[in-house]
């Protein structure tokens, strides 16, 4: 039974680009939530999407959207890069009255 | 304004004895905390809950004490095995709320 998968695993991007991060929820999950996790620092919450809407949103810029698709499958797309966007991208999925959020391993992605 | 407080950012333990990882929070909102231990190149794996109605709960070697009128919690593992060494994170979550808020995290090592 897989987990959560995050694609790609490292991606290195040049300051003003913008880049599309991808999630795969654990089997049975429909809730996706993704996190910002800068060195150093606790996992900062960006996002969540329920039923391809986003239904929370963190204290994150317009430059962050993101997607959900009919399988549940999300995306995380960053406008206009910076350098302080240089983090792992964490990715979490749940259900409702479930057990919890499981987390992927992240995306390492690097601003240059 | 950090609203869930890890204030050790390291502990070295002795192998069998008791570690015990601290968090504070500020916001009286929170209902429901949670303990998340990360490995390198992993993400957060769930450890142990508890919700506010309660003060303690067990899991094994895991107990979380909760001090609802300090907003304190703490994690006690007993005994402490190398395999534990990891980052632990504290988060805790709102009624109603869609996002978890996590402290910065604390390094455990355990010397064999």
């Known amino acids: 039974d897989a987990g959560v998968t995050q694609s790609p695993t490292h991606l290195i991007k040049t300051r003003g680009q913008q880049v599309t991060l991808r999630c795969s929820p654990k089997?049975?999950?429909?809730?996706v939530s993704w996190y910002q996790q800068a060195l150093g620092q606790g996992p900062q919450f960006i996002f969540q999407?329920?039923?391809?809407?986003?239904?929370q949103r963190g204290n994150f810029p317009d430059r962050f959207s993101g997607h959900q698709f009919p399988n549940y499958s999300s995306e995380l797309n960053v406008n206009a890069l910076l350098l302080g966007d240089s983090a792992l991208y964490l990715c979490?999925?749940?259900?409702?009255?479930?057990?919890?959020?499981?987390f992927g391993s992240g995306t390492r992605l690097t601003v240059v | 304004d950090q609203q869930v407080k890890q204030n050790s950012p390291s502990l070295s333990v002795q192998e069998g004895r008791i570690s015990i990882l601290n968090c504070d929070y500020t916001?009286?909102?929170?209902?429901?905390f949670l303990w998340y231990k990360k490995y390198p190149a992993e993400g957060p794996t769930f450890l142990i809950s508890?919700?506010?109605?309660?003060d303690k709960n067990e899991d094994g070697r895991f107990t979380v004490f909760l001090n609802k009128s300090a907003k304190h919690l703490s994690l006690h593992i007993v005994p402490s095995q190398p395999g534990d060494s990891a980052v632990y994170f504290c988060?805790?979550?709102?009624?109603?709320?869609?996002?978890?808020?996590f402290g910065k995290g604390t390094k455990l090592s355990v010397i064999p």
């Open positions: 979490a999925s749940s259900q409702p009255g479930g057990d919890g959020y499981t």
């Open positions: 089997s049975g999950h429909d809730t």
């Open positions: 999407y329920y039923e391809e809407e986003e239904r």
């Open positions: 916001n009286s909102m929170f209902d429901y």
């Open positions: 508890i919700s506010s109605i309660k």
């Open positions: 988060a805790a979550e709102g009624a109603g709320s869609y996002q978890l808020t």
